[in-house]
């Protein structure tokens, strides 16, 4: 199973971020109301949709196991706890050899347990064996990285929740701008809700939407490992600290990336100071008000101004 074998055309999600355009039916719940968890068995029948398809809008890990495997069983379990601990920041899906030996075949699939992932239809070898936990750990954070500097951004539904049976409603009011980031026009999807807040100066989604679209734009061609460089040796620089922020929210560590702008506004003064608050309130406008870090980050944002 080559890289090229998995490429599909697709498009972007910024569900990680909490903006959606749909509207729950009549009786319905808004999406990620419902339980469940992010692992999924695969099979030949549902490979083509649940990781390749999958993941183009999220990191999909791949857990190559048997039920004859010992050190399949002691990974597992870790696998799907972190699964529920990053809440759908990628998903897990597990492949049984002896059920699936296709696709065993086809991924060169030697010895088990073995992990890969697959982002935007790409595969990523990520590791062979039982690793512990703290190791286990160390390459998710690296794939969803990685998964960030792509522009997968998004966040999955936990299996079985009611957003899968509920029919959602679009607002027609954001159909070129959802269009466009379906099919992973950010520049267009920027435009569309540019040309959305002219006609609607109040209208606090399309803000939202624009917001961001604008991160992700920013974001698309960062190189993560030379961004957090850059932002540690150059702490009172307000342009890479922004970076590295964009880098953190988007990644999903929503309160590391206000926290190190706050503490950058409070080291610098005049322009710096109000390039980093200004580019923080964009932040909190991506997220949304109603989130409660964007609440705790604004009131210590006050402190550190005044």
Not at 98 to 120: C, F, H, T, Y
Not at 201 to 223: H, I, M, T
Not at 227 to 241: L, R, S, T
Request: glycine residues 8%; negative net charge.
């Amino acid at each position: 199973m080559t890289s090229e074998s998995f490429t599909r055309p697709g498009a972007l999600d910024l569900s990680g971020l909490g903006r959606t355009s749909a509207a729950p039916a009549a009786g319905g719940q808004s999406r990620g109301a419902a339980q469940g968890s992010y692992v999924v068995d695969v099979t030949e029948a549902n490979f083509q949709q649940e990781v390749v398809e999958r993941s183009i809008t999220v990191p999909v890990v791949v857990d190559f196991w048997a039920e004859w495997c010992e050190p399949c069983k002691q990974l597992s379990p870790i696998l799907e706890r972190l699964s529920a601990e990053y809440a759908g920041r990628f998903v897990l899906a597990k492949i049984d050899v002896d059920q699936n030996p296709r696709i065993a075949q086809s991924a060169g699939v030697q010895s088990i347990p073995l992990v890969v992932a697959v982002v935007r239809g790409q595969l990523v070898p990520l590791f062979q064996g039982a690793l512990p936990e703290a190791q286990v750990r160390q390459f998710i954070d690296e794939l969803l990285r990685l998964a960030v500097s792509q522009g997968v951004t998004g966040t999955a539904e936990p299996a079985g929740s009611v957003a899968e049976d509920a029919e959602l409603v679009r607002d027609p009011r954001y159909a070129d701008a959802d269009a466009a980031m379906e099919r992973g026009d950010i520049d267009g999807a920027i435009s569309a809700f540019e040309k959305l807040l002219q006609q609607a100066p109040g209208d606090a989604e399309a803000k939202r939407g624009l917001a961001q679209v604008r991160l992700l734009s920013r974001v698309r061609d960062f190189q993560p490992a030379q961004v957090q460089a850059e932002a540690a040796a150059k702490p009172d620089d307000a342009q890479a600290q922004c970076a590295a922020a964009d880098l953190e929210v988007v990644g999903g560590h929503l309160e590391d990336g206000f926290a190190r702008l706050i503490d950058a506004v409070r080291r610098t003064a005049g322009d710096e100071r109000n390039a980093i608050r200004m580019h923080l309130l964009e932040l909190f406008d991506a997220v949304g008000a109603e989130d409660e870090r964007v609440m705790k980050a604004r009131r210590l944002l006050s402190t550190a101004l005044f």
